[in-house]
């Protein structure tokens, strides 16, 4: 069974950094692309930034330049670099991995989620 496990998330102050990461667990035999979204209260969740098996890279506008995403195709992880944060990026952040390929299963999966708070 494929899981998504997220760690990093916390409270910062603005202008702060933070690094998240997320790790597929399972008989994995490869994903296409790992992404992490967010939502903020009231708010509908929102792509903040994703990257595919060969390393193409996609960013919501307000996060370009402050924010850098990363993987580990090996170990089925996904980072995600943010600095310079501001209040408005906080939410709750959620990995994604979608056309996961495994042993049992193929699909797109969510992490948990995971809180970050920006404090002016």
């Known amino acids: 069974q494929v899981q998504l496990v997220e760690s990093g998330g916390g409270l910062v102050q603005a202008g702060g950094s933070l690094t998240l990461s997320c790790t597929a667990s399972?008989?994995?035999?490869?994903?296409?692309?790992m992404g992490w979204y967010r939502q903020a209260p009231g708010k509908q969740r929102e792509l903040v930034a994703a990257?595919?098996?060969?390393?193409?890279?996609n960013y919501e506008d307000s996060v370009k330049g402050r924010f850098n995403i990363s993987r580990d195709n090996a170990q089925n992880t996904v980072y995600l670099q943010m600095n310079s944060l501001k209040p408005e990026d906080t939410a709750v952040y959620y990995c994604?991995?979608?056309?996961?390929?495994?042993?049992?299963?193929?699909?797109?999966?969510w992490g948990q989620g995971t809180q970050v708070t920006v404090s002016s």
């Open positions: 399972g008989s994995i035999f490869s994903i296409n692309a």
């Open positions: 990257i595919t098996s060969s390393g193409r890279t």
């Open positions: 994604n991995a979608e056309g996961v390929v495994a042993a049992d299963s193929v699909g797109d999966y």
